[in-house]
């Protein structure tokens, strides 16, 4: 007999799925069914949406016991001569346990992501960085400088929560804010409706660098010669970068787009060189955005546990950094590593390379579905979802915590990791 009174219930939640962690969500639970009922969000209602609670692990493709699973992963980690830890879509409990096996099995960690880290991991390595977080950009910026679109759109919420917040500590600031976006004429339509000043200079990710020396150029009192730069008139910089020099506190934000984008290192070199500049005569600040799929998680327990960021290896005892050498794809194509220990417990559709030939372990969330079949598939749950979990947020200010949402049976990566390691370690 069906229960005609039945109401899903309205949980407040932490997404997970971005790394703004927004933590003013809505979801309504209906059993084991999730709905994001607000704020709106294209990225959180899919994560909330996906995946499922099938609890049947894999094989060689056939299913299997849980206990048969963890049996014949450990045999396979217990091995290998040099396993590689990638994906690492986890929270931070789920990486505190990675970082204990690859340090006592010998092996080499790096996110998915690993290319772009590498990038900001060696930027402020060799450069530093003035950096800020999302309350001050919320509360103190009167001019917000975007380089790229990754701010942008459904899958973001930055620009609701930082760039419109509604109210703010210093409303004279809000006030006056002021938006200057550089990115693709494609960014043009996600533009409408912002309430702030707004100003869109269109521009190719590739132009980046040049326009990011432009500005240092014209705000060191020089003239250009050229009357454009990567398509940009060089009057409309101009203003920009005179704009730059008056605001009380500057700005300037990029994400992944711009971090992956062509000569994208010198890029990111000069904006922080730029940020240097106008810190002599007001305040500016940077904001890197990125560290989703758990990186900024990731990155940070990598730093706390082994002195290093990602693309750490302990092949030889001890930690060593090398963000090309240790990239799981160079470890797997030059034949280092013999076995791939896939984590991803966000999306159904992270899956592990399929051009990479090597043996694999999936840690991954329930729902997946593979073109190329690992040996081994161990359904985990979400954080925030099927368990609680920590995540570290896009400026690496705060960890937030994420409560359990439902109870699905699914076990966290760190308990999956933590039975294998129970069978390999001494």
């Not at 693709?184 to 996600?190: C, D, I, L, M």
């Not at 990186?295 to 960021?309: K, R």
């Not at 694999?360 to 161990?378: A, E, H, K, N, Q």
């Amino acid at each position: 007999m069906i229960d005609s009174t039945h109401q899903p219930v309205s949980r407040n939640a932490v997404c997970p799925f971005c790394s703004l962690l927004c933590d003013d969500l809505r979801v309504a639970v209906d059993g084991q069914a999730l709905t994001l009922t607000g704020p709106s969000c294209g990225r959180a209602r899919a994560g909330f949406a996906d995946g499922s609670i099938e609890d049947v692990p894999l094989v060689a493709g056939v299913q299997a016991s849980a206990q048969q699973a963890i049996e014949r992963a450990a045999a396979l980690l217990a091995g290998s001569r040099h396993p590689v830890f990638g994906g690492l879509a986890t929270d931070i409990d789920g990486m505190r346990t990675v970082m204990m096996l690859a340090d006592r099995c010998g092996g080499s960690v790096d996110h998915m992501d690993g290319d772009t880290l590498a990038r900001k991991n060696g930027l402020l390595a060799t450069r530093g960085g003035i950096s800020t977080t999302l309350a001050e950009v919320a509360n103190r910026a009167d001019l917000i400088v975007l380089f790229g679109e990754d701010a942008l759109g459904e899958g973001s919420r930055f620009v609701e929560r930082c760039v419109t917040p509604g109210d703010s500590l210093h409303p004279e600031r809000l006030a006056a804010r002021e938006l200057v976006v550089l990115a693709p004429q494609s960014a043009t339509r996600a533009l409408k409706g912002i309430s702030v000043p707004t100003r869109h200079l269109p521009m190719a990710m590739s132009g980046a660098a040049e326009v990011a020396s432009a500005l240092r150029a014209l705000l060191a009192g020089r003239t250009l010669a050229a009357r454009a730069v990567a398509g940009i008139r060089t009057t409309d910089l101009a203003e920009v970068a005179a704009r730059l020099a008056a605001a009380r506190y500057a700005v300037v934000v990029w994400g992944k787009d711009l971090s992956s984008a062509p000569h994208s290192e010198v890029a990111m070199e000069l904006l922080n060189e730029l940020l240097k500049d106008l810190n002599r005569s007001t305040r500016a600040a940077g904001l890197v955005l990125g560290g989703g799929d758990g990186a900024a998680s990731a990155n940070a327990v990598c730093a706390w546990q082994a002195g290093y960021g990602l693309r750490t290896s302990f092949a030889s005892g001890g930690p060593e950094h090398d963000p090309t050498r240790f990239s799981a794809r160079q470890l797997i194509e030059d034949g280092t590593a013999d076995l791939l220990v896939w984590i991803s417990a966000y999306a159904t559709r992270q899956t592990p390379p399929a051009d990479l030939d090597c043996p694999t372990i999936v840690l991954g969330r329930s729902g997946m579905r593979f073109d190329v079949v690992p040996d081994i598939y161990i359904p985990v749950g979400t954080p925030g979802i099927d368990h609680p979990g920590r995540l570290i947020r896009a400026d690496s200010s705060v960890s937030l915590p994420l409560p359990a949402l439902r109870e699905s049976g699914l076990s966290s990566v760190r308990q999956v990791l933590g039975q294998i390691a129970a069978l390999v370690l001494p």
